[in-house]
């Protein structure tokens, strides 16, 4: 097993990284208690490690067999052999949390799915990528927030990912599609009339818009259905989940607000917002039963 010494400067890499790469994110997990934090920026670290592997450069063959590597590293830091450090202390951290090493393997088989352009023919399909490269996510940080090792709090978990996954699908919609990715289903943009093309232009056409409305709504059935989660954790650690799900749920309201098109002006919460909302909710869980 790596010593002590090893596992303190491997956490201190991940909270470098997670400080430098992520200043958002990583004002909010300063709010939570020491070990929670350093497991949430080993989380980071390596969800960010594997995402820069497959939007890197190479070709998509290269990409893949880098991502493979990184399977491996963490299958030899479960056992404590790990050199990389991400893996080091994101492998400690399935460990210390009862994080499902399933879960960690399950992102980079998502974002394995991102190195060549690909369509999804139906919602099951694409409910399939949302719960390896977001939920898996989100059991795994549940984990590490004190959730109860029951069912319950992973039903709740994976379903708050799905919402957040589909929530960015919709919020890079044109950014998504100029890069040649589409992640609307295949067979509901043919219910609706809508051809891929139109999704990579400035402004949205009413069949769009109706299709886009449909999704939002999709997503705030997930966001209902993940409702509760917070009060399965920690007091500590509850804010976050409900953080999340308050600043997601602002981005649906705002492509509401333009008529459901998130061509024209992509819907964003920036940086202070996002920090605002986050304290609100901290506070409001310091003072809640």
């Known amino acids: 097993m790596p010593s002590p010494k090893a596992l303190r400067l491997a956490y201190a890499h991940c ?4 400080r430098l790469q992520a200043r958002s994110f990583w004002a909010a997990l300063c709010l939570l208690p020491p070990g929670p934090r350093r497991g949430m920026a080993a989380l980071y670290a390596f969800c960010r ?7 890197g ?8 067999e880098q991502l493979a590597e990184l399977r491996r590293a963490l299958d030899q830091g479960l056992w404590g052999l790990a050199e990389d450090p991400v893996c080091l202390a994101a492998a400690d951290a399935s460990r210390r ?10 992102v980079v088989d998502g974002v394995s799915m991102d190195c060549l352009p690909r369509r999804y023919d139906s919602f099951a399909q694409l409910e399939g990528y949302c719960e390896r490269v977001a939920s898996a996510v989100g059991c795994a940080a549940v984990a590490i927030f004190g959730a109860p090792r029951d069912e319950e709090a992973r039903r709740k978990a994976r379903a708050l990912g799905i919402a957040l996954q589909l929530t960015n699908i919709l919020r890079d919609l044109r950014e998504d ?7 609307l289903p295949e067979d509901e943009l043919g219910r609706f009339g809508v051809s891929g093309a139109e999704l990579g232009k400035g402004e949205a056409s009413e069949a769009l ?9 999709r997503a705030r059935a997930f966001f209902r259905e993940a409702q509760g989660l917070e009060r399965r954790l920690p007091r500590a650690t509850r804010f976050f989940p409900a953080a999340l799900a308050s600043v997601y ?4 309201d705002r492509i509401e607000a333009e008529g459901f098109d998130p061509l024209t002006a992509p819907p964003r919460v920036g940086r202070l917002e996002a920090a605002a909302v986050t304290l609100a909710v901290w506070g409001r869980g ?3 039963p």
Do not use: M
């Open 15 to 18: 909270e470098r990284q997670t």
């Open 49 to 55: 490690k594997a995402d820069d592997i497959a939007d």
């Open 57 to 64: 450069p190479g070709t998509a063959e290269e990409r893949s």
């Open 97 to 106: 949390y009862g994080v499902r090493p399933e879960d960690l393997a399950a």
């Open 177 to 183: 599609a100029q890069a040649g990715r589409c992640y």
């Open 209 to 217: 818009r109706r299709l886009v409305a449909f999704q939002v709504d």
């Open 249 to 252: 749920g602002r981005i649906l």
């Open 286 to 288: 310091l003072v809640s």
